[in-house]
Nanobody, 121 residues
Framework: EVQVVESGGGFVQAGGSLRLSCAAS????????IGWFRQAPGKEREGVLC????????YYADSVKGRFTISSDNAKNTVYLQMNSLKPEDTAVYYC??????????????WGQGTQVIVSS
């Protein structure tokens, strides 16, 4: 069973940092893209970041470029989202998702439960 589990959310002041983790199980990490998404209250879910090991590519939304970075530890099957210079508009529930095998960052089928990030001003 393919599963991903997020952790690391919390409450932080604007300008602060958080590090989110996405632990994956049930699949070979290198064959799946891992995406980060977020959904703020009253808004549509939006893509934030995606890393595709098979394609050797990382994608960033313009809204987080220069502030958020993504890294992975293949031995632990874990992807990390380092969030720096946080803004109140970053407040959302953050989800990670596993992509369809060998599909890059085009299609996601297994979603985590989400972790709440609240950024106060």
């Amino acid at each position: 069973e393919v599963q991903v589990v997020e952790s690391g959310g919390g409450f932080v002041q604007a300008g602060g940092s958080l590090r989110l983790s996405c632990a994956a199980s049930g699949f070979t990490f290198d064959n799946y893209a891992i995406g980060w998404f977020r959904q703020a209250p009253g808004k549509e879910r939006e893509g934030v970041l995606c890393i595709s090991s098979s394609a050797g590519s990382t994608y960033y939304a313009d809204s987080v470029k220069g502030r958020f970075t993504i890294s992975s530890d293949n031995a632990k099957n874990t992807v990390y989202l380092q969030m720096n210079s946080l803004k109140p508009e970053d407040t959302a529930v953050y989800y990670c998702a596993a992509g369809v095998p060998d599909s890059g960052c085009k299609d996601f089928g297994s979603w985590g439960q989400g972790t709440q990030v609240i950024v106060s001003s």
